[in-house]
């Protein structure tokens, strides 16, 4: 069959072969490198940020005057500081930023932004931004 085609014609369907060879092979070892598929990632990271902020809005209630008025206004996206892989691990230096509305001792409700570091499982510090 590939005697139909010109030299050129061969020349290309090779370079075409290899192509794809070389991207199957480099893709493949990226998907090594990853270590877990992307849906295991996805969850594991979704459970992760869920228990920065459980426990970053555990401590927050923990530090108003009246913990049974405190509703999350507004949440962001917790974010990985540093890290020494690319994958989201419990390890890493996390930052969760929110804002709650409290009431304070006179019964009026106020609004706080926080800020809230976390790492290997624990607050390292939760305060007002």
Known sequence: MLRAFSPWMKAILAVIVLGVLAM????LDIYV???????????RSRTIQTRIINSCEAEARRSVPTP???KV???HEPVRIASS???PQADD?????FEVDAQNYFGA???VKARCAYQGREVLYSEPD
Do not use: H, K, N, Q
Not at 93 to 97: P, Q
């Open 24 to 27: 199957s092979v480099a893709f």
């Open 33 to 43: 490198d990853m270590g877990e598929s992307l849906p295991v990632r996805a969850l």
């Open 68 to 70: 049974s008025t405190l």
């Open 73 to 75: 206004a507004v949440r």
């Open 85 to 87: 892989t690319r994958l």
């Open 93 to 97: 230096l996390w930052m969760y930023r």
């Open 109 to 111: 409700m106020i609004r």
